[in-house]
């Protein structure tokens, strides 16, 4: 069954501690993406990755941190020093081809920072 | 910088209505736009995109780059239509997506 799988899906975190969120995909993309979705807020790109080894900031990836190792999958680490880090997380794949891509979602991780 | 703004919050309408959901963009160069849906304990996924100028689900999508706008249109909307509705930019160099705020649709029996 191809697609992107997140966990967990529930998350709850004390206040100092780190937490690394899972996103992991099968459908060979080269490129995958980080985004925060807030209610009126939209999706906010976190980070992103086009290729193994490389990823670039977004416009909110102040207190998070990635890896890419390997093609399929790119953790997000939220760190301490995210100033508001609960929120619902959404990992995203597409292929790196000439123009845009398609974004293929997963279902999303919910932080609660208690 | 590229620019996506979905003016309403919130759109309620009538079954059997029609429905606009507006999207403008601002961006310097020739725009490739995307509609995306979350439909409820569903995930984020396509719903159109404008060069297949396709009609899925009976939405459809005109690029008007005169008023830089791509609005999504349903002449008669259905109950099932109720979702979360996000215009989609991906532009620059590497074609990242930037969203929109995003406008929830509730289509009342």
């Known amino acids: 069954d191809g697609g992107i799988t997140q966990s967990p899906k529930y998350l709850f975190r004390k206040e100092g501690q780190n937490v690394t969120l899972s996103c992991e995909q099968n459908l060979n993309h080269d490129a995958m993406y980080w985004y925060r979705q807030d209610p009126g807020q939209g999706l906010r790109l976190i980070y992103y990755s086009q290729i193994v080894n490389d990823f670039q900031k977004g416009d909110i990836a102040e207190g998070y941190s990635v890896s890419r190792e390997k093609k399929e999958s790119f953790p997000l680490t939220v760190t301490s020093a995210q100033k508001n880090p609960t929120a619902f997380y959404l990992c995203a794949s597409s292929l790196r081809d000439r123009g845009a891509g398609e974004l293929f979602f997963g279902e999303g991780s919910r932080l609660t920072v208690l | 910088a590229q620019r996506v703004t979905q003016p309403e919050k919130l759109l309620s309408v009538f079954k059997g209505a029609p429905v606009e959901l507006k999207c403008n963009y601002s961006?310097?160069?020739?725009?490739?736009l995307f509609w995306y849906v979350q439909y409820s304990r569903q995930r984020l996924q396509l719903l159109l995109r404008?060069?297949s100028r396709e009609s899925i689900k009976g939405f459809t999508a005109d690029l008007n780059k005169g008023e830089t706008s791509f609005h999504l249109k349903k002449p008669f909307a259905q109950e099932e239509d109720s979702a979360m509705y996000y215009c989609a930019l991906p532009s620059g160099g590497s074609y990242i997506p930037t969203f929109g705020r995003g406008t929830s649709l509730i289509v009342h029996p």
């Open positions: 961006y310097s160069g020739s725009p490739e």
């Open positions: 404008h060069i």
